[in-house]
């Protein structure tokens, strides 16, 4: 089975960047879209960005355009997410995803078209 293992959550201050990890445990043939989701205490998950294997075409939320940065290493799959200019508002645990099932590439941030997941990372952003 698939395993994703996001790693460089951390605390910060309001301002302040932080870069998240994600390496899968293998490389499965569904891996040509990875996106980054997050989700706050008592709101529904939410897609960052995302990002195609071949392309590095990317997308990003509105709430994350221009400060942060989505990028994959394909020799190891592995996944990242630069984020700067951080605020309280971004503060959630952070997934890593992939195993898309979309077929329309607007319907990217949606949760429900990815068959696998990491355990999350906290990010927390003080004011």
């Known amino acids: 089975p698939q395993v994703l293992m996001e790693s460089g959550g951390g605390s910060v201050e309001a301002g302040g960047s932080l870069r998240l990890s994600c390496t899968p445990s293998t490389y499965t043939h569904d891996m040509y879209f990875m996106a980054w989701f997050r989700q706050a205490p008592g709101k529904e998950r939410e897609g960052v960005a995302g990002i195609w294997s071949r392309s590095h075409d990317t997308r990003y939320s509105d709430s994350v355009q221009g400060r942060f940065t989505i990028s994959r290493e394909n020799a190891q799959n592995t996944l990242y997410l630069h984020m700067i200019s951080l605020k309280p508002e971004d503060t959630a645990i952070y997934f890593c995803?992939?195993?898309?099932?979309?077929?329309?590439?607007?319907?990217?941030?949606?949760?429900?078209?990815?068959?696998?997941w990491g355990q999350g990372t906290q990010v927390t952003v003080s004011s």
């Open positions: 995803a992939t195993g898309s099932t979309f077929t329309n590439a607007d319907d990217w941030a949606q949760a429900d078209k990815y068959r696998h």
